[in-house]
């Protein structure tokens, strides 16, 4: 009875749910006149609201408004939480998504409000990844508060107060909310302090009871201040006073107190959500990737042709890919509709990073000399260059990304009769069948090797005389092998049933065939998949309709599978390359079956698994016990086969969903259940479903011997989601040679997530790049030629790094707000 | 255990001074002209701008040199380490100033000319051990100071010649502990390898002997015959600072002195007993310099640092110089149970003259509930555990010792251990700064101490692990250190996590300087190590340099920290115990050994 409950007086806004985004923000609009007048009206209340993106509407709407939320902000009354953009699943966004999240947040709250968020608050996501504490520490936030999962979905998370821990050693002190963000109601809030006091005793210290009306806004009511007020002090209870998140940490760090630790992932609260409407999981990866490669190159053009960055541009794409990582959106749980207009805000930020990504190729690759002695045309005439027609090489400039060397096919739209790199030598090309209907049907395929964040061109001599007719026949075998693995498909069933890494030696498919397309019902549970967690009730696997191997070239082959389930079709097309590491299946469903979910399966075997999955910036092993789980672009299950420690992982292009029940991997590819279904029992009409239709998905089979941290999944996967860019050019002088590496670093373990301006018009550089392998290492360095030269760099591991170049060449150490913040 | 890293001879830096005319400068330095060098396609971060570099030379082993402002950084394309690929030379360690207008190639290493005169830069091949033996001559030439080993004080920058006679250091105890330390394992691995009657073995027991008898001759001199431990002591021929409590021996008793912290505690002129005896084999280390006990101005208000490398000591000295000297090991038992006694009548506490505690010496309860003990429990609650264990160990007893021990853990001291992380990181919090910039880095190699003493000597299985399981809670913050010194201790103490890293250890061996004569080295001038500042303020360096590229110190600084100037200050040559330390233990444990080129 010494002790202080805090009263958190807030609203938990959903911009985007069981409405849309107008609704929303008319919503936010409401909520914050309501709090601001409640603020006026008694001198004790605080107010604590979260999202930058909702700050940001009032500021555009209603700038009289804003100033009095300024005002009171200043006053300490109105207390911004989260410096986020949005409260935004915690499962799904890349790394680099969460710190533009912070970037874009923190540094609007700072130039509005003279201040950064404190404290993390995401108290309705649906699951909090491992790496949350440094992400948050990153961001510059020391607290954390969250609900889900709740007690009953996860008992062993410590209750009330502990340290998070991640895997770099980051860590934030976190309340679990123990009783719901919001509330309404004098009976209500009357039974919740009773128990918030019980509860404050037996935990030996003040807690934060969380009140205001929610997720559609509202935020607390006269009649819930009256009754606080009234309440703060009562004979044998704890006190209760007005607080915000901020204030209740500051205050119990001043108590002394031996909290517990947790050093795991906060899971699970909606598995069905980590799979539930493609839609959005694909238009996400494809943004994020996007944008991060777009904004890499624009920063090199802006060096290397001193074209004005797009900084700005790429400020307000990012803000939009933000608010669409908005739980409730990401998750897919939201009414169809909203969709419409997720789709038109990815569409934004995809076509500023296309056009900003085609402007900076473009900028670099004309200043690179491809002059030919000889060639006095140096434009089109028509489709093929006037050059090729005359004998001449066509260059084509390929750009890589990735702070790695890439060496994989890249295509483009003609065939060929050689190929040739800068230095003359020949490449292994193949023409392929074109995705036209017209002239020759034929484009050329070839190797190329790319230096780390640079550009390779390559020379292509043009065949007129080619036809795909003559040149695409292939043998009915339903083989594949190239240096790394050996497969081959069953011809009655369409399944993997050899599967055979060469280095290691393991048949993965000696116990079971692979990559099963297997329907699974769902016919129990909404569109969360609330308290279910595992999804094992197989309807039937998909039935071969037909086989047929459509490639066998020197460079790679392709058999193409179709299989059915009642009136849905999957195509899955096996691509297997010479020199990839990685087995590409690019699928095409045509997908009808509600209440379902379209998992492939690879029931491995073996014994001592261990499931693997990637999240951000890092990964985090699990029990192989069943329960749907989620990851980025990858998931593994590594086990014991004949004596040798052997894995298998799977990636995707636009999935986040895995399960694991024992030594097999199963990633989810579908879940076509009812949109923005709650908790419902059956459905009363005739809905729409989230995955019926047309879906179009690629996914990837990669091998390793060892662990799978110890593989190259993270640097596999990460190229299976970012295409290298195939720029075709014609004939110019230029100051840049014709291969050329703008970044990299010795440190195997280390990839580059951002290349970019910094965001105080500085016109200083910011690299972010993170360690992938789970190992502390020291001497690292990165080379660039875009500041001089080069520093060192010691990374612990699971460690995010960003550095900040100014144009002296002095390197810093920053966080996600770049130095900004002092 | 992990397989012994094998050190080799290495290239390692000797830098002399000329004026620009001397006659030892070659004139082809005064007259060549600079050249600029093409540095466009460098392979590795350089030091300094490219730009910046204004001259080079090429020295017969194909390793370039290049200028320019900023110093002369060194590559050696064929280094088998990445670490010495590229190195860098800079005011005022190697060079004058850091302006190069010209060098020239001399072999192994070049003659530099810059604004201020001219430097010989010197690549001199030298074993590891070679290193240990130049690093002692210099302490036992210029820094020992009744045979104790901290620092000595100069009159001139970068000058030995300019010694100052006096000067004690508050923590004259801890250092010179961790230096005998060092030298009895010195003396051991000799031992072993050369036998008992080798020259080398036999100097080597003389050195180890006399910097034991040293530290122990402290547990002893206050004369108060209650165990009290004094910091340091003075004789009659040094002045006395004003900076902490000091006690003049006058006959039986000593008198507290005049001093800002004696006034502010009120005990001016306060007499205490004195006249306890002192061995007098450990007098003879102030008797055979022509002074006596009237002579000895002693030092008190000795913290807990001080007593947690007092009682390693006695384990190691114990161990290796006491089995085999019993009447000295007599002394070492006689010294552990005074202030072990000391501390268990006076509530885990140090005493002083006005019958309070000590500022920093304090394992009770009643200091942990403090605000400022809340955090400081878990490294004290460690160290007392240990006193209690090595007292055991020393006397063959249990005893008081094993019921004191028994009623610490009744009390929770064992669960205290394994909290330092969660309460150092909460109280950082609470003070809104970094987990870096408010570690007291000292207390790293305190806690090495301790808990390499507890583990060691500990008997109880679970025990044992809860000790490891407290030392790994330091790890955040010693590991990125890469200090042998310490990590050979934990190494020992938890050989099933030990990952030795060969490559660090061999580099911080390889590039630890060849003196410790202090000068300062820039690193504001260098582009290739990115600074990170923590919120309040505190600035590192996010890459650890090589030894010789930052500031030197002893086992008490970071040395990611951004900092310019040695941790003595410019005035100043170090101990070499921070390289004896590692080197010895290293060598006697099998983590290092030596190896041909």
């Known amino acids: ?822 | 255990m992990a397989e012994a890293v094998k050190l080799s001879p290495q290239l390692t830096r000797v830098v002399s001074h000329f004026k620009k005319y001397d006659i030892e400068v070659p004139k082809s330095l005064l007259e060549t002209r600079a050249q600029k060098p093409d540095l466009s396609d460098f392979p590795y971060p350089l030091p300094l701008k490219k730009k910046d570099y204004t001259c080079f030379c090429e020295t017969d082993n194909g390793v370039f040199w290049y200028g320019g402002k900023g110093g002369v950084t060194r590559y050696n394309p064929n280094a088998e380490s990445i670490y010495d690929k590229v190195m860098h030379f800079a005011s005022r360690r190697d060079l004058l100033d850091n302006n190069v207008a010209a060098l020239v190639p001399d072999g192994d290493g070049v003659w530099v000319l810059t604004d201020n005169g001219a430097t010989h830069i010197d690549m001199v091949l030298m074993s590891m051990e070679d290193k240990a033996y130049k690093l002692l001559d210099e302490t036992l030439t210029y820094v020992q100071r009744h045979s104790m080993v901290s620092q000595k004080h100069l009159s001139e920058a970068g000058n030995l010649k300019s010694i100052l006679p006096y000067g004690h250091s508050d923590n004259d105890g801890t250092f010179t502990a961790g230096f005998a330390i060092g030298e009895i394992f010195h003396y051991v691995t000799l031992k072993r390898e050369l036998g008992d009657f080798a020259d080398e073995t036999i100097e080597a027991r003389k050195v180890a002997m006399r910097a034991s008898e040293a530290v122990l001759l402290l547990m002893y001199i206050a004369g108060r015959g209650d165990g009290f431990v004094a910091r340091t002591y003075l004789t009659s021929n040094e002045p006395v600072p004003d900076d902490g409590l000091f006690y003049k021996k006058n006959g039986a008793t000593a008198v507290c002195l005049n001093t800002t912290d004696a006034r502010q505690r009120g005990v001016v002129g306060f007499e205490i007993k004195a006249d306890a005896p002192i061995p007098e084999r450990l007098r003879r280390l102030y008797t055979c310099d022509g002074f006596d006990d009237n002579d000895i101005t002693y030092k008190g208000d000795t913290s807990s640092d001080e007593i947690t490398l007092h009682f390693l000591h006695l384990l190691v000295a114990h161990e290796f110089l006491g089995r085999e000297d019993p009447e000295y090991d007599e002394l070492l038992k006689i010294a552990a149970v005074n202030t072990a006694t000391h501390i268990i009548k006076n509530n885990y506490a140090l005493r002083e003259i006005d019958g309070k505690y000590t500022t920093w010496a304090k394992w009770n309860l009643e200091y942990f509930n403090t605000a400022m003990g809340w955090a400081d429990a878990c490294l004290n609650a460690g160290q007392l555990l240990m006193y209690m264990r090595v007292t055991m160990h020393l006397t063959g007893e249990k005893g008081i010792w094993q019921e004191t021990y028994d009623k610490l853990i009744e009390s929770g001291y064992h669960k205290l251990t394994v909290k330092h992380f969660d309460r150092f990181n909460q109280v950082c919090v609470q003070g809104g700064i970094g987990f870096r910039e408010d570690i007291m880095y000292g207390d790293h190699m305190l806690a090495c101490a301790s808990l390499w003493g507890l583990i060691t000597l500990e008997t109880d299985p679970e025990l044992k692990e809860m000790f490891r399981q407290a030392f790994r809670t330091w790890r955040n913050s010693l590991a990125p250190e890469y200090n042998p010194g310490y990590d050979f201790l934990y190494f020992l103490s938890d050989p099933d996590n030990a990952k030795p890293d060969a490559e660090r250890i061999k580099t911080w061996f390889y590039r630890f300087n060849v003196s410790r004569l202090a000068a300062g080295v820039s690193l504001d001038k260098r582009r290739d190590y990115p600074v990170r500042t923590f919120k309040g303020g505190y600035r590192e360096v996010s890459a650890l340099p090589p030894n010789d590229e930052h500031f030197i110190a002893k086992y008490d600084r970071d040395p990611l920290e951004y900092k310019n100037e040695d941790s003595g200050g410019a005035l100043c040559v170090e101990s070499c115990y921070p390289y004896t330390f590692a080197y010895w233990i290293g060598r006697y444990f099998k983590f290092i050994e030596e190896g041909k080129n």
């Not at chain 1, 238009?283 to 900084?311: F, G, H, M, Q, Y």
């Not at chain 1, 004309?366 to 006095?376: A, C, N, P």
């Not at chain 1, 002296?808 to 002092?822: A, D, H, S, Y």
């Open chain 1, 1 to 822: 009875m010494d002790k202080i409950n805090r009263l958190i007086g807030n609203a938990h806004l959903d911009p985007i749910w069981l409405w849309r985004w107008q609704e929303g923000c008319a919503e936010v609009l409401q909520t914050f006149r309501s709090a601001l007048d409640r603020l006026k009206e008694y001198n004790d209340f605080v107010f604590t609201c979260s999202s930058a993106a909702y700050y940001k509407w009032v500021e555009d709407i209603d700038p009289q408004m804003f100033e009095e939320i300024r005002m009171m902000v200043k006053k300490g009354r109105w207390v911004p939480v989260n410096g986020w953009w949005v409260q935004p699943d915690c499962n799904m966004p890349s790394g680099e998504s969460y710190a533009r999240q912070a970037l874009y947040s923190q540094l609007y709250y700072y130039e509005k409000f003279g201040i950064t968020c404190k404290t993390g608050y995401n108290v309705d996501s649906f699951g909090h990844n491992a790496m949350m504490p440094q992400l948050l520490q990153k961001s510059g936030m020391d607290f954390y508060v969250f609900q889900r999962p709740g007690m009953h979905e996860n008992d062993e998370i410590p209750e009330n107060l502990f340290w998070w821990d991640s895997a770099d050693g980051s860590r934030v002190l976190t309340y679990r909310l123990p009783d719901g963000y919001a509330s309404g109601g004098v009976d209500s809030l009357r039974r919740r302090i009773d128990e918030l006091d019980k509860r404050a005793d037996d935990a030996g210290y003040g807690l934060m009871l969380f009140y205001g009306v929610g997720n559609h806004g509202g935020g607390p009511t006269r009649g819930d201040i009256e009754f606080l007020k009234e309440n703060l002090e009562r004979e044998g209870y704890n006190e209760l006073e007005f607080s915000s998140p901020d204030g209740y940490f500051e205050d119990i760090l001043n108590e002394f107190l031996d909290l517990p630790s947790w050093g795991d992932e906060l899971q699970h609260h909606a598995s069905g959500c980590y799979s539930a409407t493609s839609l959005i999981k694909a238009l996400n990866r494809k943004a994020e990737n996007a944008l991060a490669a777009a904004e890499k190159w624009d920063t090199v053009s802006s060096i290397v042709t001193s074209s004005a960055p797009c900084t700005k541009e790429f400020e307000k794409a990012w803000q939009k890919v933000c608010f669409n990582q908005f739980h409730d959106i990401m998750c897919g749980c939201s009414i169809m509709e909203a969709y419409e207009d997720v789709k038109e805000s990815e569409g934004y930020a995809l076509n500023i990073a296309s056009e900003s990504y085609n402007n900076a190729l473009l900028r670099i690759s004309r200043k690179i000399d491809t002059w030919i002695d000889g060639v006095s045309d140096p434009v089109f005439e028509e489709r093929h260059y006037s050059g090729a027609d005359r004998g001449f090489p066509r260059p084509v400039v390929v750009f890589n990304p990735h702070s790695y060397e890439v060496e994989l096919p890249v295509r483009t739209y003609h065939p060929s009769k050689a190929v040739k790199d800068c230095d003359g030598n020949e490449v292994l090309f193949q023409n392929i069948r074109s995705s036209r209907s017209n002239d020759d049907h034929l484009d050329t395929l070839f190797v190329a090797k790319v230096p780390p964040f640079g550009y390779a061109t390559y020379w292509l001599e043009l065949d007129s005389e080619a036809r795909a007719e003559k040149e695409i026949s292939c043998e009915q075998n339903f083989f594949m092998e190239n240096e790394f693995m050996a497969v081959e498909l069953d011809a009655e069933t369409g399944f993997i049933k050899s599967l055979v890494d060469k280095k290691s030696g393991a048949q993965y498919a000696d116990e079971n065939f692979l990559a099963i397309p297997t329907v699974i019902n769902d016919d129990k549970t909404d569109t969360w998949a609330h308290n279910v967690f595992k999804f094992h009730d197989v309807k039937g696997l998909m039935e071969l309709v037909s086989i047929e191997r459509v490639e066998s070239g020197a460079l790679r082959s392709v058999i193409r599978t179709k299989h059915k389930f009642n009136d849905s079709y999957l195509t899955q097309e096996f691509i297997l390359a010479k020199g990839q590491k990685t087995l590409r299946v690019d699928c095409k469903a045509m997908w009808q079956e509600s209440f379902t979910l379209l998992k492939f399966a690879f029931p491995v075997g073996g014994a001592d698994e261990i499931s693997t999955y990637e999240i951000p910036c890092g990964y985090i092993k699990r029990p192989c016990n069943g329960e749907e789980e989620p990851a980025l672009n990858w998931a593994d299950l590594t086990v014991n086969k004949d004596g040798k420690r052997v894995g298998l992982s799977v990636m995707s292009d636009s999935k986040y969903s895995y399960d694991c029940p024992g030594a097999e991997l199963r990633l989810t590819a579908l879940r076509n259940v009812i949109f923005a279904d709650h908790y419902s029992d059956k459905p009363a009409a005739s809905f729409n479903f989230t995955d019926e239709g047309l879906n179009r998905f690629s996914y990837g089979i990669y091998l390793h011997d060892g662990e799978a941290e110890g593989s190259d999944i993270v640097k596999e996967a990460h190229l299976f989601n970012n295409n290298i860019a195939v720029v075709p050019e014609s004939y110019h002088k230029g100051e840049l040679s014709q291969k050329e590496c703008f970044l990299y670093t010795n440190l195997d373990n280390v990839v580059v997530t951002a290349l970019k301006r910094c965001e105080d018009g500085s016109g200083d550089l910011v690299v972010r790049l993170y360690e992938t392998k789970g190992v502390d290492s020291s001497r690292g360095y990165l080379m660039s030629k875009l500041f001089d030269n080069g520093f060192w760099f010691d990374i612990g591991k699971h460690e995010i790094k960003t550095f900040r170049i100014d144009r002296e060449t002095n390197v810093t150490e920053v966080n996600f707000l770049e130095g900004i913040v002092k």
